[in-house]
């Protein structure tokens, strides 16, 4: 029973490109998180999704980053025309569903921006 | 978003029990109090969660205050491994939304 797969493990991005992050949940769960953790700083969320739906994107960037969570495959965080500022940790989460659910997080994606 | 307030950082000797704190004096009466931990260059892991009631796991025992204001994460017997940011959360209770603060650095001298 795989936990929540996240890929590239690492990435690294010239300014200008963009980036792709994928986030496999664990089985069985339809709620997914994403959040950016800087160097020496905690955890920032980023947004929330369910599959098909944005429930919670306070936490986005307005441009540039955007998010998705579709029918059949991995949620995708997506951040075009990267900028040195984007190098970080991103995490991704799953849950069951509602209610006082537990977060399984990923082991993370380590963007870097040269 | 009820706010939690933690202490920066803390020390603890090995093989001794850790209380790690945590403030959150705006929680609602339906709200969560859950504790996650973030090793060196790990994802977080969940620790711990509660309502009300003190609870108790193979990782630790979370007490929470009669009032809810304010919760305590207990580390029976500190080891090395656990040397970590132990975050306390939280949760909304119109929805799932987990809101990390900067945590605790927590520090397990041999």
């Known amino acids: 029973n795989a936990g929540v797969m996240q890929n590239p493990r690492h990435l690294v991005r010239r300014r200008g490109q963009e980036a792709r992050l994928r986030c496999s949940p664990m089985?069985?769960?339809?709620?997914v998180y994403w959040y950016r953790q800087l160097p020496e700083e905690g955890l920032k969320f980023m947004v929330y999704?369910?599959?098909?739906?944005?429930?919670?994107e306070s936490g986005m960037p307005k441009e540039r980053f955007s998010a998705e969570f579709p029918k059949e495959g991995p949620s995708i965080l997506r951040i075009q025309q990267v900028v040195r500022g984007d190098s970080a940790a991103y995490f991704c989460?799953?849950?069951?569903?509602?209610?006082?659910?537990?977060?399984?997080f990923g082991a993370g994606s380590r963007l870097t921006v040269l | 978003d009820a706010k939690t307030t933690q202490p920066n950082s803390m020390e603890s000797n090995e093989e001794e029990p850790v209380h790690l704190p945590c403030n959150h004096s705006t929680i609602s009466g339906t709200d969560y109090i859950h504790w996650y931990r973030q090793l060196p260059s790990q994802g977080p892991e969940y620790v711990i969660h509660g309502l009300t009631s003190n609870v108790n796991n193979r990782m630790a025992s979370l007490a929470i205050a009669e009032d809810r204001k304010s919760s305590t994460l207990i580390l029976h017997r500190a080891t090395l491994r656990d040397a970590a940011v132990y975050y306390c959360?939280?949760?909304?209770?119109?929805?799932?939304?987990?809101?990390f603060g900067t945590g605790t650095s927590l520090t397990v001298i041999p």
């Open positions: 999704l369910q599959k098909e739906n944005i429930i919670d």
């Open positions: 989460a799953s849950s069951p569903g509602a209610g006082a659910n537990v977060l399984t």
């Open positions: 959360i939280s949760t909304l209770n119109t929805g799932n939304q987990f809101y």
């Open positions: 089985k069985g769960h339809s709620h």
